[in-house]
């Protein structure tokens, strides 16, 4: 099909498409109407339960089977990355040549350092009080460790991060979330009940029963996959050579 | 006008699309694709908003004081991000891959590859 006959076809679709999704919004309920059926309910169930952030009562405690299937979806897209970005048969490894950078953002870059990691793992934490969680925290510490190679170079970065201890950090958390899960089951709960553990004070750290532990769990999942797949992309991007020396 | 917002989510979806499938490049493609992800962000925080609502975290506020946006399209809204972002690191590697064996990403020229 030659293109001309390809946009015509794309604009024909495309208006169709647009006619009727603009019928469907038109159909929609009110926006920003009072009639929230599930939301009132999620709140209730996560004030039951004295979790003050109701967005990670919902992530790991009403909806927390869901959020196993979404962290097995970021660890088979982190195995699916490790595997398409490997070093092929005609490549060979360069090691990175040191680099110039200049003095202010190499200083900017070591004040921020443990400023942003200590912020990410602050987010984590208080993932089941204030706004943030496993995931938000987890990327913001993960890409934290990436200011030494902004600051430093490559094999500086290379020191403060061994991948396999990551990868390995990943699968280890993982497994943490499902272990948890399980753990309520020999009591005869259901898998990922929020059963185990006393939901202690409303707005402390340690309320929310299972809550912090899956957040924490999560934290450390997302923080080790982002760093895994950060660091495939370097590699190919600095390290990794094709053997005709281009 | 109570349906703009679900109107801006629609025409951002449309734009991807449109995007996706006038793409002469791969990466852009993929950037296209995040583009009609952003549209279900867009929808889903349009339906969970309320009138004068705030975010339901109970930290700051006492429950019951106020009305609070539907936390479980947030919820959503979270789990989208987190698998859009995960589809976009695979498929960005795909490219990668293969820009090497094919020496190009313009999806015309890899169709011609192909014979």
């Known amino acids: ?246 | 006008m109570h349906v703009l917002p679900y109107l801006i989510a629609a025409y951002v979806f449309v734009i991807g699309c449109y995007g996706l499938a006038t793409s002469r490049n791969l990466i852009h493609a993929v950037g296209c694709l995040a583009v009609c992800q952003c549209a279900t962000y867009i929808l889903l925080l349009a339906v969970g908003y309320r009138d004068g609502a705030t975010a339901p975290v109970f930290s700051d506020i006492q429950p019951g004081s106020r009305p609070v946006v539907d936390p479980v399209v947030q919820a959503l809204t979270l789990t989208d991000i987190v698998v859009g972002a995960t589809v976009t690191a695979l498929l960005l590697a795909l490219v990668v891959q293969i820009s090497k064996r094919h020496g190009t990403v313009d999806p015309d020229e890899l169709r011609e590859l192909r014979g």
């Open chain 1, 1 to 246: 099909m030659n293109p001309r006959a390809r946009l015509w076809l794309v604009v024909l679709g495309g208006a169709g498409l647009a006619a009727l999704l603009a019928a469907a919004c038109l159909r929609l309920p009110r926006f920003g109407g009072g009639h929230h059926p599930y939301g009132d309910r999620a709140v209730h169930a996560a004030l039951t339960r004295h979790t003050a952030n109701t967005i990670a009562s919902v992530n790991f405690d009403q909806r927390a089977f869901d959020t196993m299937g979404e962290m097995a979806i970021l660890f088979a897209a982190v195995l699916g990355c490790v595997v398409l970005l490997r070093q092929a048969r005609d490549e060979h490894r360069a090691r990175p040549r040191p680099a110039e950078v200049a003095p202010p953002v190499r200083r900017y870059a070591l004040v921020a350092l443990p400023v942003a990691l200590v912020t990410g793992l602050y987010v984590i934490a208080h993932g089941q009080l204030s706004p943030g969680g496993g995931f938000q925290g987890g990327v913001v510490a993960a890409t934290a460790v990436h200011l030494m190679y902004l600051g430093a170079d490559y094999a500086a970065l290379e020191r403060v991060r061994p991948v396999e201890a990551f990868e390995a950090g990943d699968a280890l958390a993982a497994s943490v979330y499902l272990v948890l899960g399980l753990a309520g089951v020999p009591a005869g709960t259901a898998f990922l009940a929020n059963t185990l553990l006393p939901y202690g004070t409303f707005d402390k750290l340690s309320s929310g029963g299972t809550v912090p532990l899956l957040n924490a769990a999560i934290g450390m999942e997302v923080a080790c996959a982002v760093v895994v797949l950060l660091a495939r992309f370097l590699d190919q991007a600095v390290e990794i050579e094709e053997e005709s020396g281009k």
